[in-house]
């Protein structure tokens, strides 16, 4: 585990210094998940520590974006203000933006006859 | 006897406190969400970030003292984000057969996401400060409040509303998805990552394991893309 830890670290670390390197505008994490995934291509299998590590983390990633939700409480001046115009903007953007992208990536497939992916595991209705 | 206000002194001023906090109410919302069959209106964000805010506004806390114990959760965010090379690796073989219809619908998902919020944000007559923090707000909240800087806009106010877009994704999406009849759970997926960032893959998760790997690839094409389209957009829609 300690090792599979080192591993996600690692690969952040040189994210981030090739971001400030080369002025990417992307966040170090992206740019470190991109080259752990190089990595992994070049060195397969999947080693399983990597993998259960991963797994648990991304199994509570709701848990790590509370920190940042609670920044909330710095900003109730400004949503006490037009709280209720910026939610409702919010919500319509979102639902566009939802729709929209989920009915092309879903008929340029069909088109392509690339829908069959079947969904591994069970779904959730 | 221990005085309380001397206790409280000491541990409001100790990182413990607050992770301990931050922690306690994420099982109490992760408890909920599982007691909901995972329903998506029982959002774990949502439910975590109410309790914790209640908790700082009643005992007066600011949130810079809440974040000196809640960074440490905040942080696994990185390593997190790097973890979800993994199961893109273990999904590479259907990765590979949606790569055309992928990449169409983050050009077209992308622009609809920052025209829709901009044109929307004037329609509703909100001012420019507002805009320029709702421009960048389907991008993940590093990403976001790094826009917002850049074009101007408040970064305090972007991350907030960019969280409040990852939540309402991830409430919406499944209803939205199955009111559409799409079964196609790599779209589904893709969409929600593209538009709600972090907290619509940590739903996608929830539903369907491919779903959360397209929506892990979203967030970074997607992050890249608002990038690149925010200023060019602006420029073009608020002179």
């Known amino acids: 585990m300690l090792a599979a830890f080192a591993t996600l670290l690692i690969s952040q670390l040189a994210g981030e210094a090739l971001v400030r390197a080369g002025t990417l505008p992307l966040p170090g994490p992206v740019v470190g998940m991109a080259l752990l995934f190089a990595l992994m291509l070049v060195r397969a299998p999947l080693p399983k520590e990597l993998e259960a590590t991963s797994d648990g983390l991304l199994k509570h990633l709701s848990l790590l974006f509370v920190p940042a939700g609670v920044g909330v409480v710095q900003q109730l001046d400004r949503l006490g203000h037009d709280g209720v115009r910026l939610f409702a903007v919010v919500l319509v953007t979102t639902l566009i933006s939802l729709a929209v992208t989920a009915l092309v990536f879903a008929g340029v497939a069909k088109l392509l006859g690339a829908d069959d992916l079947a969904p591994d595991g069970e779904s959730r209705p | ?239």
């Not at chain 2, 805009?131 to 106010?157: C, Q, R, V, Y």
Request: glycine share 8%; proline share 5%.
């Open chain 2, 1 to 239: 006897m221990i005085d309380i206000v001397d206790l409280w002194v000491y541990l409001s001023g100790s990182p413990l406190l607050w992770l301990t906090a931050t922690l306690i109410a994420y099982v109490i919302a992760d408890w909920l969400s599982a007691k909901s069959g995972r329903h998506p209106a029982v959002n774990p964000v949502l439910i975590a970030v109410a309790l914790v805010s209640l908790v700082l506004l009643v005992s007066g806390t600011t949130f810079q003292a809440y974040f000196a114990g809640a960074q440490f959760v905040h942080f696994l965010l990185g390593p997190a984000t790097v973890a979800l090379a993994v199961p893109l690796i273990r999904h590479l073989p259907q990765v590979r057969r949606a790569l055309v219809p992928m990449l169409i619908a983050l050009i077209v998902g992308s622009i609809v996401a920052i025209v829709s919020a901009i044109v929307l944000a004037q329609a509703a007559g909100l001012d420019r400060a507002a805009i320029l923090a709702l421009a960048p707000k389907s991008a993940t909240a590093a990403i976001a409040m790094g826009i917002a800087e850049k074009t101007g806009g408040d970064p305090a106010l972007t991350a907030v509303l960019t969280i409040l877009t990852g939540i309402s994704g991830a409430i919406i999406v499944t209803p939205l998805m199955n009111a559409l009849r799409l079964k196609n759970y790599a779209a589904r997926g893709f969409a929600a990552g593209l538009t709600s960032h972090g907290i619509g893959t940590a739903r996608a998760f929830q539903v369907n394991p491919l779903a959360g790997t397209f929506a892990g690839i979203a967030i970074g094409l997607n992050g890249l893309l608002t990038a690149l389209l925010v200023p060019v957009i602006l420029r073009w829609l608020l002179p």
